[in-house]
């Protein structure tokens, strides 16, 4: 009895965070999502824009997603939530991206391809300064490096290191990158005169 209302009330909290997720994508300012995804457990630092995406499986709220200042997620991305979702700062994925942290042929269903392919959640975590192309899968358990670029339309299933371009499907490092100084006082002298 007190593990079907422990069921019932898993179920009801999961409804509760899809409605919200719902109400999130018609937040009409990116600066406003952001600061919304902070409030409902989130982890996202300044400056961050978010626009209209989809957060997909918030089992357990938005607390998987952290995103550390200056960075944007364009439209149109899918991200799960199932596992954790670490984006470094000033790191752009643009839109139409897809970030899975879990691989599942259908375990809750009984699929019996869970012998060959167990369920598996893993965090995905990208550093920062990342430029992520447009379309670009990225699979569970995937680290990128700080000063990465990644090609549109990739497919990124396995770690990629510091400073490098990478692209294709299965993405591969085409080329190493060179070791940028970080702008940081032009950056922030720019930052303050457009925001006055
Ligand atoms: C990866 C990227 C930055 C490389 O730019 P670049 O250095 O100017 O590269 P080039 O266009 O000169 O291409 C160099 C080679 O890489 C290949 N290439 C470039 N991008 C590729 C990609 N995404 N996938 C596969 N191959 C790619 C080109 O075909 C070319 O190959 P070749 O030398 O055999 O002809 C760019 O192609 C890209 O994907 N940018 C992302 C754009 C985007 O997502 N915009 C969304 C809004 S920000």
Redesign the pocket.
């Known amino acids: 009895m007190v593990e079907r209302i422990k069921v019932n009330f898993r179920k009801v909290q999961h409804g509760l965070w899809l409605i919200i997720e719902k109400l999130l994508r018609w937040c009409v300012h990116p600066w406003l999502r952001a600061r919304a995804l902070n409030v409902l457990g989130a982890r996202i630092a300044a400056h961050v824009r978010i626009d209209e995406i989809m957060l997909v499986n918030p089992v357990l709220g938005f607390k998987n997603l952290s995103i550390d200042h200056d960075s944007y997620i364009?439209t149109g991305t899918i991200i799960d939530l199932i596992g954790k979702v670490e984006i470094g700062s000033h790191t752009?994925i643009?839109?139409g991206c897809m970030l899975m942290t879990h691989s599942d042929p259908g375990s809750q269903f009984g699929s019996g391809l869970c012998s060959v392919f167990p369920r598996r959640v893993s965090t995905i975590s990208i550093g920062s300064h990342v430029?992520?192309?447009?379309?670009?899968i990225i699979l569970a358990g995937v680290t990128i490096g700080d000063y990465v670029?990644?090609?549109?339309?990739?497919l990124v299933n396995r770690s990629l290191p510091d400073h490098v371009?990478a692209?294709?499907q299965p993405a591969r490092v085409?080329k190493r990158l060179p070791e940028l100084a970080v702008p940081t006082d032009k950056y922030c002298e720019k930052k303050a005169d457009s925001e006055l």
């Open positions: 364009g752009s643009s839109p430029w992520v192309g447009a379309g670009t670029v990644i090609g549109a339309g990739s371009l692209y294709g085409v």
